[in-house]
């Protein structure tokens, strides 16, 4: 590994394989970012200043510059609004992926400090900031803002693409052009922060975004809670991006000796367009945030849309069999199997109480463990350990647990009895680790755990902080720790991250999680457009994507069984159906899905993404491919979006092959009668990129069951 680092007079270089970042860090002056984007080599790093490129304030502080946009702002001890950052010193250190430079700047009138660190992941052309905030002085500073950090942007054809949604219809798309003003991307709720919006982020350099083409940026802010993405384009030839957490609300206070760190913002550049920028975050998301990032996972059947609250001994007996003989590795007991005095019925009792209800479950965990054994597959169960219920025996012995505003009654979620347990009270956060530490302590070969947290922080209260205005950053910081002794116990176990479904897909809670539930909305159609949005930060490997009933349970659309299948195995392929209810001919087609994405469970989980045709531009068709990092095969998704009668579609092209080298192509969950003509075929790369195939507008099965959803799965491999 080439590590790029020159200093030239107050120059900082940080270079990843195919990026710089130019910081002028000069003693006594403010730090400047100068430059980012493909690397530069150092001649050309001196000529920046000559071709133009002038310094924007590399943590912008308020209170001396007038009205920029700010990264920081405090109230001094003495009242003051102002703050000056002026470097002091430059550390530049090796790690075994790349470099940190920390930029150390000091306020020569009060006694605070901010260090810039700057982490850079060489192979995967990612950089990392953030801001370590310290109180010097004797007395409490106040921080109204205290971003990660500030990215400038030249403009010109400049366009954003963020990600939008809610509950069932996550993952959405927008792209549209910068323009002047600020446009602001955040979210309050406390909790499930991939809802609403993402904390995530592309922009394009080169107009229109393009998929496979134009120079991109991309930033993740790894951050669980409240959040701002800010684009601010004002009277400067530069865009001005800051990230961090939201400070509306959350004005914190830094005692005396303290250090605020903010969360990582994340960033990377690339030439080759969107999936340029998805492919650079989920090699390095994989590598060093997601739990078990290069451990392939499960084929699992999970109860909750085949049964809902209807669980008894019987029933996932019956499940477990028949994801056995489908060839699924894993079962999971969804919602309902617990409560005591309060039987969790529906959803307004019971959470908090995490003993099995015995009337549902006479054995207990223990002998639902051992049903799988024998059925020769691995045991996972559901738990909803941040929540409580007021219908609950932990709501009973414990009410000062959670959260709510002092003398005002509580404020109710889900099944009008919900309530947020408060994340910030020790006690509670034992409660928390208990809740997992006595399920894998009775039950040691539980294999998997689905956390979900179906409510937003309501009442705006701790009873347990002093300082209310902490609450946000406190409830996270709780649950840090919790998930910390979580995983320091039980390092190998798989966690899930379910949030109402899709609300807590970042990269600030994954390090925990082994993956994350996409959505409550499992209609192949919808679930395309939603995986799509996702899978521009996040890797397939955590994408949970199951088969389901149709009609589907949320929109109501019938779509075939062969359509819902070729979805759910772009992602981590699993089912969400009761079994009894498929024909045996659904059987056997999901028995040789599950079989077939076997032998592509690596190209999926681990390969590298090339989205094609998006869903969302009107084409009639979607496309993408998982390519292996070594080229030699390739699995290529093809999904019709509607049906029209004489329809006629671009050729379907491939990317990410070697040109020069021959490919197999063979056609995986197939349902039609004929093979397709260029089965068993071989092509070049060069010629399946330039040219394509043109394939057949429906699927014409064997059984003649013709339906209006079609969709291909090619797998190429090269000879
Ligand atoms: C949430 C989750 C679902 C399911 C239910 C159970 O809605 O997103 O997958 O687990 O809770 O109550």
């Given at each position: 590994m080439k590590l790029l680092l020159t200093i030239l007079a107050g120059i900082t270089i940080l270079g990843t394989k195919s990026t710089t970042l130019v910081i002028d860090a000069r003693q006594g002056n403010e730090a400047q970012i100068v430059y980012y984007g493909s690397t530069v080599c150092p001649d050309d790093i001196n000529g920046l200043a000559a071709a133009g490129y002038r310094g924007n304030s590399l943590y912008p502080a308020f209170?001396?510059?007038?009205a920029d946009e700010t990264a920081i702002s405090v109230v001094q001890p003495d009242g003051s609004l102002t703050l000056d950052l002026k470097v002091s010193e430059v550390i530049t250190e090796k790690w075994e992926g790349g470099q940190t430079v920390t930029v150390i700047s000091k306020d020569p009138v009060y006694p605070i400090s901010v260090k810039n660190v700057f982490k850079s992941y060489y192979e995967q052309d990612i950089i990392e900031t953030w801001a370590e905030i310290g109180n010097e002085g004797r007395k409490p500073v106040t921080l109204t803002k205290y971003f990660s950090g500030h990215m400038p942007v030249h403009t010109g054809n400049v366009w954003l693409s963020s990600i939008y949604g809610t509950w069932a219809n996550e993952g959405r798309v927008c792209q549209e052009p910068l323009t002047r003003g600020i446009k602001l991307i955040k979210n309050l709720d406390g909790v499930r922060?991939?809802?609403?919006?993402?904390a995530e982020a592309m922009i394009s350099l080169d107009g229109k975004p393009q998929e496979n083409s134009g120079r991109v940026i991309g930033l993740a802010l790894e951050w669980g809670g409240n959040y701002e993405l800010r684009f601010q384009t004002d009277d400067s030839d530069y865009h001005h991006v800051l990230a961090g957490i939201c400070p509306e609300n959350a004005p914190y206070t830094l005692a005396k000796g303290e250090i605020f760190t903010t969360p990582a913002l994340a960033y990377s550049f690339s030439q080759e367009g969107l999936s340029g920028i998805s492919r650079n975050f989920h090699k390095w998301g994989r590598k060093y945030?997601?739990?078990?990032?290069?451990r392939e996972r499960k084929v699992l059947l999970n109860s909750w849309e085949g049964v809902y609250f209807n669980i008894n001994e019987a029933g996932m007996d019956q499940m477990m069999g028949d994801i056995a003989s489908m060839g699924g590795e894993l079962f999971v007991m969804d919602d309902g199997w617990f409560g005591e005095k309060y039987p969790r019925k529906d959803d307004t009792t019971s959470l908090g109480d995490w003993k099995v209800d015995r009337e549902k479950l006479?054995?207990?965990?223990a002998s639902l463990v051992q049903m799988a054994d024998r059925h020769g597959i691995r045991f996972g169960i559901w738990i909803e350990p941040e929540m409580t219920n007021s219908v609950s025996e932990l709501y009973e012995a414990h009410p000062d647990w959670v959260l709510k505003a002092p003398g005002r009654d509580n404020v109710y979620g889900r099944g009008g009895t919900q309530l947020v347990l408060d994340m910030s009270n020790p006690a509670v956060q034992d409660f928390v680790f208990g809740v997992v530490d006595n399920l894998m302590t009775e039950n040691p070969s539980i294999d998997y755990i689905k956390w979900d947290s179906n409510m937003n922080i309501r009442a705006y209260g701790s009873q347990y902080l002093k300082n209310q205005a902490h609450l946000e950053i406190e409830y996270w910081r709780g649950f840090a720790k919790t998930c910390d002794r979580i995983r320091a116990k039980y390092p190998d176990l798989t966690i899930q991250a379910c949030a109402s479904g899709g609300g807590r897909a970042n990269w600030g809670v994954l390090p925990w999680f082994d993956e994350f539930w996409t959505s409550d909305n499992t209609d192949a159609l919808q679930r395309i457009h939603m995986q799509w949005g996702t899978s521009y930060f996040f890797p397939a490997i955590a994408m949970a994507a199951h088969i389901s009933a149709a009609p589907n349970h949320t929109v109501h659309r019938i779509t075939s069984i062969k359509y819902r299948c070729d979805v759910a195995s772009s992602g981590r392929l699993g089912m969400e159906i009761q079994p009894k209810n498929m024909t045996e001919f659904e059987k056997d087609f999901c028995r040789r899905v599950i079989n077939d994405y076997k032998s592509i469970r690596p190209l999926v989980q681990f390969g590298d993404i090339y989205r094609i045709?998006?869903?969302?531009?009107?084409?009639?068709f979607a496309s993408m491919m998982y390519v292996a990092p070594e080229k030699d095969k390739a699995v290529y998704y093809w999904w019709k979006l509607a049906n029209f009668h004489d329809e006629h579609f671009a050729r379907a092209v491939f990317a990410g092959l070697s040109p020069n080298r021959q490919y197999t192509i063979h056609e995986l969950n197939r349902i039609d009668a004929m093979p397709l003509q260029c089965e068993g075929k071989t092509f070049s790369g060069r010629f399946l990129m330039e040219n394509g195939l043109d394939l057949p507008k429906s699927n014409y099965p064997a059984n003649r069951e013709q339906s209006d959803w079609s969709s291909r799965v090619l797998l190429l491999t090269a000879l």
């Open positions: 209170g001396l510059k007038g922060n991939s809802h609403t919006a993402h945030r997601l739990a078990h990032g290069d006479p054995g207990g965990i045709v998006s869903p969302f531009d009107g084409q009639g």
